[in-house]
């Protein structure tokens, strides 16, 4: 298992650690009783499981509901770029993070998949969203609407992101599986397929994963533009826009990035993984930060200049309504959260600052969850027939909901924690250093565990 | 008197008396004697009454004199006929509740000339009787046939033979007469010719007349179009549409002006819309709550009197009673008072229910030595209204200049929309049937019988104060009511808005499930039990008409959770529709949707339906008289005209044209081709007396 060494690369896992001490960290949090930082996440999360309705009304018919399902499904990006276009750019310093955010994009996309149900006025009728063979004509759903779009381009993403996970997922737990005794070593070698270990098994595996990868690649740009046809397609102004596809896909990678380090810094601390999610990884997942919080950035300002250009008053009503309108709180929060914030990253001590990266990931998050009630909420509340205008205000039951799916997410991401490796053992493995500093540096005596 | 007297005076000095004022055909309407009320209240105060009888009257809640019920007391026999358990007839010793009026035969003059007869639609649901039989009955009358099936039927019938049948030469069997008479509804009567003269014994009292006070505040009370004086104020269909004017719901409001600093719109003394104040007047007080009102004059207010129930039916706890506030003044009820004060309360009400929250388009002010359109300015966006293609308006001098902006305006959409990528289907709508309407807002007075006639015939919910503060009224047809014009003094435009059934609609595409799509004729047409309510179509609506059942409002299919949210009846605990008794309205015709789908304007499409197949079966093209939507015959004033768009003679289309480049769509340049047509408003005001 001799590993090429790169001379000029930095080392990617801090430590020194030999592939038995990798093994022995990374599996130890599924074997061990829970740390109590895990203990007070766990239940702080739990604590925000809830549900029931809504203060949408006749003229803002999506708000919350809508809203956060843009939010989470923008989140889930983070996991796909990480995991497919930076595995084909051959970015190795992502397999500190990538099964993490990859489990993040498979919570966030279950989050987000519950918004459009939950906000249906039938749920129990939601199957006729599927375009099934039927006794009802056949009738079928409507190809036009780009609903439709969104569900094929959201089960799709979610089966892939999923596969493409749990593949990964496979070593690793024959891994657990040959630590473990009893009842989860029956569960565990259930879950691995039978892996073990052999030649055929590895190459079967990096090509499935370069495949999955490959499909993966495009779902990155092709969801959340979908997404943003929701609104690009439909004929109301501010919504009516050609820009909505890359600025959406821009503003989802930025908030995914952003969530991916608000998992990461607690992950870290409470798996005690400083050693392989190291400030590296922080200051790398920050340039991209800066990068798309600047696209996003240039977005905005583009919006306005067009709804000024267009010589069109809808549009340019429908702009300077965000900026200036009854909620212009929302506006200048997601300015200040989006632009303005991230532009501190380009201070290489900030960028390597846990602190600032942990509050900044929020800040941003929230800036993003502005991004998408202007859009939607600001739009709706005023547009064409100004006798039709309205005010929109969530109910308790709508805060409820969205804080619930925030518990969700966190409860789902931190039991994963527990029954999985967090970080790729068997990825890990192979970025070692292993003729390098780990045997003939200063600390080739260190003593082994 | 005085006020009246000198009107009568200019029409004589005018020459319009008996040529324009004609007295041959006048309305019997309403009629009534303040004083005759007052000498009643005396004497029975005297306990010169031994027994009166009410009847269709509710002087305990609407008598502006409080000595009413006090008197009332003294009488000692207090029989009431009234049909609901209201407040004057809580205060009797007996009910004999009459007939509902649907139950009911009669006849009645309305206006002069006009004879009609009362007939019943429906048997008595209840255990009532005619009031007109009681009376007879207790009369001992030798008139009535009490052995008959309907006494009250003979009865009338008898008089008419007596006392109708000889003023005519038409019919030679009182039979004959009375079979057609009933037939066609309404029996008229070629009035005597009546000439007046002005009686120069009058004396023109210049000094009576009301004089300008020089109070701070003058406080109105008037009727309102729905509830009148509040005889019909416990209809929730009334209840629940909006005032034409403030445009709320389910209570009366103080209407306070509304003020320009140069800066911002504000009400009087910067009260806000929704803050309860509490208003002295006439040496007492009350609280209610207040709405800025654009056109309010400076230094008045107004509140409508028919609220603040107590008993009676679902009206009982909204708005405020303001009859104990009124005087009576040289035997006359005065509806108005000067030397009001406003005392701001420091609360708001939670439930204020308004269904529209901008109210103008373009109101212009001084801002400096500049007019700008004052709305726009507090938007910060001159234009922003102005220039939507929403309403057109001129003054009739410069009609021509109108009619040169719309051609353009109606080039430059032809223009616009000719640039789609996209099919426009025009080819399937030319030939065949093709539904549209049109509403002439000159003609539209905004009186709201349009949209309780939607109501009624297309069952559309009740959905109570609370979920219409909520913004979830259910509504098909709505009233939109715009202000321009000046600030202080603005004009009125009123553009009843359903659906437009676009023929490139925006909701169609949307839709995931195909719940929502259009017709060979030009409907845009719902299918409930498709629907999974996404809401997506009301999004992508431009004109936001699409009604979403945020509750299960009719109890189609009865949510125990919803159920304390849907609208009750005052004190009741089963929701409104729930009620096998209100049940009843529902239209047979016309589905009733359940929670969770969208539902709008269908064009009546049942009456359509009805329309063809009447043709059919007569063999014969349809007419435009085979269909009727329920706004167009509702509308008193013809303002809405409805019809095959493809028949060159239907009025829907000679309308159209004759209105020219004044017959427009509303959001002419957004490509989504409405089937509905408006024409620009002309108004013929004298500036002068504006300005």
């Not at chain 1, 590296?280 to 067009?306: C, D, P, Q, R, W």
């Not at chain 2, 349809?622 to 706004?631: E, P």
Request: neutral net charge; contains cysteine; charged residues 15%.
């Amino acid at each position: 298992m001799s590993h090429a060494v790169a001379p000029v690369r930095h080392i990617l896992i801090e430590g020194n650690k030999s592939y038995h001490n990798i093994t022995e960290d990374l599996v130890s949090p599924t074997e061990k009783s829970p740390t109590r930082e895990w203990v007070v996440a766990f239940t702080l999360s739990a604590a925000f499981l809830a549900i029931g309705e809504w203060g949408a009304n006749r003229t803002i018919n999506w708000a919350y509901d809508i809203t956060n399902f843009v939010w989470w499904i923008g989140i889930g990006h983070a996991g796909t770029l990480i995991s497919a276009i930076l595995l084909l750019f051959r970015q190795r310093w992502r397999t500190g993070v990538n099964r993490a955010a990859e489990a993040m994009t498979i919570f966030a996309v279950i989050c987000a998949g519950q918004f459009p149900i939950f906000h249906m006025g039938r749920v129990w009728l939601a199957f006729f969203i599927f375009p099934f063979p039927n006794t009802r004509g056949p009738l079928w759903t409507n190809f036009n609407s780009p609903l439709l779009w969104d569900v094929f381009a959201i089960s799709t993403y979610f089966s892939v992101s999923l596969l493409f996970w749990y593949t990964g997922l496979v070593p690793d737990l024959a891994t657990v599986r040959d630590r473990a005794t009893g009842f989860r070593r029956k569960m565990y070698e259930w879950a691995s397929f039978g892996w073990t270990g052999s030649a055929k098994h590895w190459q079967r595996w990096e090509a499935l994963s370069l495949v999955l990868a490959g499909i993966s690649t495009p779902l990155v740009l092709s969801v959340h533009t979908i997404v943003s046809f929701d609104f690009a397609t439909s004929v109301i102004p501010g919504w009516h826009t050609t820009i909505f596809p890359p600025y959406f896909v821009a503003g989802a990678i930025f908030s995914g990035f952003a969530m991916v380090q608000t998992l990461m810094i607690i992950t870290r601390k409470v798996l005690r993984l400083e050693e392989y999610i190291t400030l590296n990884h922080v200051e790398s997942m920050n340039k991209v930060i800066v990068l798309t919080g600047t696209i996003v950035g240039v977005a905005y300002l583009t919006e306005l200049f067009i709804a000024w250009y267009s010589g069109y008053i809808y549009e340019q009503f429908a702009f300077y309504n965000r900026v200036f309108g009854v909620y212009w709180w929302s506006y200048f929060g997601m300015m200040f959260c989006n632009v303005v914030s991230p532009q501190v990253f380009w201070s290489r001590k900030i960028r390597r600052s846990i602190w600032w990266t942990f509050f900044l990931s929020i800040v941003i998050n929230i800036g993003m969850w502005f991004e998408r009630f202007v859009i939607i909420a600001t739009t709706l509340a005023r547009d064409y027939l100004p006798s039709s205008w309205s005010y929109y205000r969530p109910t308790w039951v709508e805060i409820s909901i969205f804080a619930g799916t925030i518990g969700l997410f966190f409860v789902c991401y931190l039991i994963f924690t527990r029954v999985a490796p967090v970080v790729a053992i068997a990825e890990v493995k192979s970025i070692l250093k292993v003729a390098g500093d780990q045997y003939i540096g200063k600390n080739a005596n260190k003593k082994h565990h | 008197m005085a006020e009246q007297i000198i009107v009568n005076k200019i029409n004589d000095i005018l020459g319009n008396l008996n040529n324009t004022v004609a007295f041959n055909a006048v309305s019997n309407q309403r009629q009534g004697d303040d004083r005759k009320m007052e000498a009643l209240v005396a004497e029975m105060n005297n306990g010169q009454v031994a027994t009166a009888i009410v009847w269709g009257a509710n002087p305990a809640y609407d008598y502006s004199g409080a000595a009413f019920k006090a008197a009332f007391a003294k009488v000692a026999t207090r029989i009431s006929l009234n049909t609901t358990l209201d407040e004057t007839t809580l205060l009797c010793t007996h009910a004999a509740p009459a007939h509902h009026a649907l139950e009911s035969w009669g006849d009645a003059e309305p206006k002069q000339g006009h004879i009609s007869i009362i007939q019943p639609t429906i048997a008595p649901l209840f255990s009532t009787r005619q009031a007109e039989h009681s009376l007879l009955e207790w009369a001992d009358s030798a008139n009535l046939d009490r052995n008959s099936d309907q006494p009250y039927y003979q009865y009338v019938r008898a008089a008419w033979t007596s006392a109708v049948f000889n003023t005519q030469s038409r019919y030679s069997t009182p039979a004959a007469f009375w079979d057609m008479s009933l037939h066609d509804g309404v029996f008229e009567n070629a009035p005597s010719g009546r000439s007046v003269s002005f009686n120069s014994a009058a004396a023109v009292n210049t000094g009576a007349v009301s004089q300008p006070s020089s109070s701070e505040l003058e406080v109105s009370f008037y009727e309102t179009v729905n509830i009148g004086n509040g005889q019909y104020a416990h209809n929730p269909w009334l209840q629940e549409m909006p005032d034409p004017v403030n445009r709320t719901v389910w209570g009366n409001y103080l209407s306070v002006p509304v003020e320009w600093d140069g800066k911002d719109i504000k009400g009087w003394r910067n009260l806000e819309d929704g803050q309860i104040v509490e208003l002295e007047v006439n040496g007492q007080k009350i609280r209610c709550t207040v709405i800025r009102t654009f056109g309010q004059t400076p230094g008045t207010a107004s509140i409508a009197l028919g609220y603040g129930r107590e008993a009676g039916g679902c009206a009982a706890g909204y708005g405020v009673n303001v009859n104990p506030l009124l005087k009576n003044e040289g035997g006359f009820t005065q509806y108005y008072l000067t030397d009001a004060k406003v005392t701001p309360t420091g609360d708001v009400e939670k439930d204020f229910a308004c269904v529209q929250h901008h109210h103008t388009m373009g109101v212009q002010g001084k801002q400096g030595d500049k007019t700008v359109n004052v709305d726009e300015a507090v938007l910060a966006f001159q234009g922003s209204l102005t220039e939507r293609s929403i309403i057109f308006q001129t003054n009739v001098k410069d009609l021509d200049k109108l009619e040169t902006q719309m051609e353009e305006f109606h080039e430059h959409s032809g223009y616009l929309n000719s640039k789609t990528l996209y099919p426009t289907n025009e080819e399937y709508f030319g030939t065949g049937l093709k539904w549209g309407m049109y509403v002439d807002l000159n003609s539209c007075i905004g009186c709201g019988a349009c949209q309780v006639a939607c109501v009624s015939e297309n069952n559309v919910p009740v959905v109570g104060k609370n979920e219409v503060m909520r913004h979830h009224e259910m509504t098909w047809l709505r009233i939109d009511r715009y202000f321009y014009g000046d600030v202080e003094n603005p004009k009125v435009v009123y553009q009843p808005m359903m659906c437009q059934h676009c023929d490139n609609a925006p909701c169609e595409n949307v839709c995931p499930v195909n719940a929502t799509n259009h017709s060979m004729e030009g409907i845009n047409q719902m299918a409930y039990n498709r629907c999974i309510g996404t809401r997506y179509c009301a999004n992508n609506c431009p004109y936001k008409v699409r009604r979403f059942n945020w509750l299960d409002y009719t109890t189609a299919d009865l949510w125990p959770a919803n159920e304390e949210r849907v609208f009750h009846g005052a004190g009741d605990d089963t929701p409104f529709y729930a009620d096998n008794l209100v049940r009843m309205v529902l239209n047979p015709d016309v589905t009733v949707r359940t929670r969770g789908v969208i539902e709008k304007c269908s064009f009546c499409v049942q009456r359509i339906q009805e329309g063809k197949l009447t043709a059919k079966r007569e063999s014969r093209a349809i007419q435009d008289n085979d269909v009727r939507t329920a706004c167009q015959t509702a509308c008193p004033t013809g303002a809405i005209v409805f019809g095959n768009l493809n028949n060159p003679e239907s009025e829907v289309n000679k309308a159209q044209k004759n209105a020219g480049a004044l017959a427009y769509q509303v959001l002419e340049e957004i490509n989504v081709r409405p089937g509905v047509r408006y024409s620009a408003k002309v108004h013929n005001a004298n500036e002068e007396l504006f300005s």
